[in-house]
């Protein structure tokens, strides 16, 4: 995993003259651009708010494409979108800074989806005072009106020029495409590329204070099938008949439960199906069953999640879970399938942690609060998953905002300038820093 050397020896300066104690010429002139700025960064989150981008709304993540296409080319960016036809996606937006090539290269993660498709009653921007609601408003477009915003203000002082900058918006991080591999492609490429990864989902926030997070959970997928001998009920639990499908399943759900809880890890079984005959749909979330109470039950079928906070930790959990379910009933079978579109974790690396305590110099020379840490039990999986074993990350540069993924999400509006000034400050300071991370 990289580490910046310049950021890690911050942890260890005890000397106020280890790093600015107040804000340059050029970080003045950034955070006053961004207060000029305000109403045509809020313009720019309604327009992006009111265009629906559900993720399999192609034609409208294409739309949200071209909005950004037109906001970073005037800004130096070379801008290309890539089409994600094999996947069922409408694709992806990347746009790429050349600066002076001797500072951190910097990756900015956002996505350009929402989770409300054009069937949903939830499609307008409607501002309330220093709260806006709509669709997105901060899960992502207020976090990409962030990205546009800092940049903005990078260039009107000047510091953008020497900036090496890769982004990547991608269309479908609410609803990946199939396969991973290649939905994730270009994203893990810019990564391996990269030596600091931004990510501009949302600002968290406890007891009014902004959080700082440096890692984000994994998410996947299991599934476990059981059989037994079907005949009467009768014969339950003899040596001929067995114990049947359901009550191997029980049997493996119960042990998960007893066994498997650790620090940083959460599994939920979401869906569980069981009879004489037991079936999926296509996409497995329905299911369907037949069954008496006199016959013994022949099929079982349980679906469900697992997060883990580090790659480690996902292998050792899954071995478990794998040896679990090799301990059969008398006269049961199982078996247990890991999904293939896995999101992996975000681990708190050292980097990461360095990273943050660049974000609270530049905190304190706003004159804002330094953030904690948030614990990455409340913070769900992202895209920056797939490129934190290349590179580090902090997460959550975006917009403060309320009830994302559901009708009424809100974003904070003062936010957008909090965010935008720190975003500007931090990757304008990264770029002057000697390029010189190790490679894993």
Same mark, same amino acid.
């Given at each position: 995993?990289?580490?910046?050397?310049?950021?890690?020896?911050?942890?260890?300066?005890?000397?106020?003259?280890?790093?600015?104690?107040?804000?340059?010429?050029?970080?003045?002139?950034?955070?006053?651009?961004?207060?000029?700025?305000?109403?045509?960064?809020?313009?720019?989150?309604?327009?992006?708010?009111?265009?629906?981008?559900?993720?399999?709304?192609?034609?409208?993540?294409?739309?949200?494409?071209?909005?950004?296409?037109?906001?970073?080319?005037?800004?130096?960016?070379?801008?290309?979108?890539?089409?994600?036809?094999?996947?069922?996606?409408?694709?992806?937006?990347?746009?790429?800074?050349?600066?002076?090539?001797?500072?951190?290269?910097?990756?900015?993660?956002?996505?350009?989806?929402?989770?409300?498709?054009?069937?949903?009653?939830?499609?307008?921007?409607?501002?309330?005072?220093?709260?806006?609601?709509?669709?997105?408003?901060?899960?992502?477009?207020?976090?990409?009106?962030?990205?546009? =915003?800092? @940049?903005?203000?990078?260039?009107?002082? &000047? !510091?953008?020029? #020497?900036?090496?900058?890769? +982004?990547?918006? %991608?269309?479908?991080?609410?609803?990946?495409?199939?396969?991973?591999?290649?939905?994730?492609?270009?994203?893990?490429?810019?990564?391996?590329?990269?030596?600091?990864?931004?990510?501009?989902?949302?600002?968290?926030?406890?007891?009014?204070?902004?959080?700082?997070?440096?890692?984000?959970?994994?998410?996947?997928?299991?599934?476990?099938?059981?059989?037994?001998?079907?005949?009467?009920?009768?014969?339950?639990?003899?040596?001929?008949?067995?114990?049947?499908?359901?009550?191997?399943?029980?049997?493996?759900?119960?042990?998960?439960?007893?066994?498997?809880?650790?620090?940083?890890?959460?599994?939920?079984?979401?869906?569980?199906?069981?009879?004489?005959? =037991?079936? @999926?749909?296509?996409?497995?979330?329905? &299911? !369907?069953?037949? #069954?008496?109470?006199?016959? +013994?039950?022949? %099929?079982?079928?349980?679906?469900?999640?697992?997060?883990?906070?580090?790659?480690?930790?996902?292998?050792?959990?899954?071995?478990?879970?794998?040896?679990?379910?090799?301990?059969?009933?008398?006269?049961?079978?199982?078996?247990?399938?890991?999904?293939?579109?896995?999101?992996?974790?975000?681990?708190?690396?050292?980097?990461?942690?360095?990273?943050?305590?660049?974000?609270?110099?530049?905190?304190?020379?706003?004159?804002?609060?330094?953030?904690?840490?948030?614990?990455?039990?409340?913070?769900?999986?992202?895209?920056?998953?797939?490129?934190?074993?290349?590179?580090?990350?902090?997460?959550?540069?975006?917009?403060?905002?309320?009830?994302?993924?559901?009708?009424?999400?809100?974003?904070?509006?003062?936010?957008?300038?909090?965010?935008?000034?720190?975003?500007? +400050?931090?990757? %304008?300071?990264?770029?002057?820093?000697?390029?010189?991370?190790?490679?894993?």
């Amino acid at each position: 995993m990289k580490i910046l050397p310049t950021l890690s020896a911050l942890l260890l300066a005890v000397s106020p003259v280890a790093a600015p104690a107040a804000l340059t010429a050029p970080e003045k002139k950034m955070a006053q651009t961004v207060e000029q700025e305000r109403d045509r960064t809020i313009s720019l989150l309604e327009r992006l708010v009111n265009v629906n981008s559900g993720s399999l709304n192609l034609a409208g993540v294409e739309e949200v494409g071209r909005m950004m296409r037109a906001e970073l080319e005037p800004l130096g960016f070379a801008v290309k979108w890539v089409p994600m036809k094999e996947t069922g996606r409408a694709g992806h937006l990347i746009a790429v800074h050349k600066g002076s090539g001797k500072g951190q290269r910097m990756l900015l993660i956002g996505h350009l989806d929402t989770v409300f498709e054009p069937d949903s009653p939830f499609q307008h921007f409607t501002r309330k005072g220093d709260q806006a609601e709509g669709p997105g408003a901060e899960d992502d477009k207020g976090g990409i009106t962030v990205m546009v =915003a800092a @940049l903005r203000a990078m260039q009107a002082a &000047g !510091t953008l020029k #020497g900036a090496d900058i890769e +982004i990547v918006l %991608t269309g479908d991080e609410e609803d990946s495409g199939n396969p991973i591999a290649i939905a994730r492609r270009d994203l893990i490429e810019a990564g391996r590329r990269a030596d600091v990864a931004l990510d501009f989902e949302g600002l968290a926030s406890e007891n009014g204070a902004d959080m700082g997070s440096i890692a984000r959970r994994s998410a996947g997928s299991w599934e476990v099938r059981t059989t037994g001998k079907t005949g009467h009920s009768s014969g339950i639990f003899t040596e001929r008949a067995g114990n049947g499908a359901i009550y191997e399943l029980a049997r493996i759900v119960a042990a998960f439960r007893q066994e498997l809880p650790e620090q940083n890890l959460t599994f939920n079984v979401g869906l569980i199906v069981g009879g004489a005959t =037991a079936s @999926l749909d296509e996409a497995g979330i329905r &299911g !369907t069953a037949t #069954g008496k109470t006199n016959i +013994i039950p022949e %099929t079982a079928i349980a679906r469900g999640d697992i997060r883990t906070l580090t790659k480690e930790q996902n292998e050792r959990v899954i071995a478990k879970m794998k040896a679990i379910v090799e301990k059969h009933l008398p006269g049961t079978g199982a078996e247990i399938v890991f999904g293939e579109d896995a999101y992996p974790p975000m681990a708190p690396t050292q980097g990461n942690k360095a990273l943050l305590e660049r974000l609270n110099l530049v905190n304190r020379d706003l004159g804002l609060q330094p953030m904690g840490t948030l614990d990455p039990l409340k913070r769900g999986a992202g895209d920056i998953g797939w490129v934190a074993e290349f590179t580090d990350g902090l997460v959550g540069l975006g917009a403060l905002g309320e009830g994302s993924h559901a009708p009424g999400e809100t974003v904070d509006l003062p936010s957008l300038d909090r965010q935008a000034k720190r975003a500007a +400050i931090l990757m %304008t300071r990264l770029s002057r820093e000697k390029r010189g991370a190790s490679k894993p």
